[in-house]
């Protein structure tokens, strides 16, 4: 199993990213996917998650409104939209396998490596 995050980097309040996660290796449309972030020096934040369908996303509320999951099953890919950022949504944020409102040490088996995501202006 591979996830490979992609599409971080600095951008100013306001602005807006789109992280991309590939996965490998599993049958990506069986699973629940989500998003996990960890900010600068705190533990791990579950934030977004989307079913293995793609019909129905959960966002926690620190993300909700501004943030939005998708997946694209032909292509393994699951993606997030990211706009009016605020310097508190700085990270790393993680593509993870696992539902939502999950426990981090324990409903998530597989994790990417992590992108970058710096808002400062």
């Known amino acids: 199993v591979q996830l490979v995050e992609s599409g971080g980097g600095m951008v100013q309040p306001g602005g807006s990213l789109r992280l991309s996660c590939v996965a490998s290796?599993?049958?990506?449309?069986?699973?629940?996917m989500s998003w996990v972030r960890q900010p600068p020096g705190k533990g791990p934040e579950w934030i977004s998650a989307i079913n293995p369908g793609g019909g129905t996303t959960y966002y926690s509320d620190s993300v909700k409104g501004r943030f939005t999951i998708s997946r694209d099953n032909a292509k393994n890919t699951v993606s997030l939209q990211m706009n009016s950022l605020k310097p508190e949504d700085t990270a790393l944020y993680y593509c993870a396998r696992g539902p939502p409102y999950g426990i981090i040490w324990n409903d998530y088996d597989y994790w990417g490596r992590g992108t970058q995501v710096t808002v400062s202006s």
């Open positions: 290796g599993f049958t990506f449309r069986s699973y629940d």
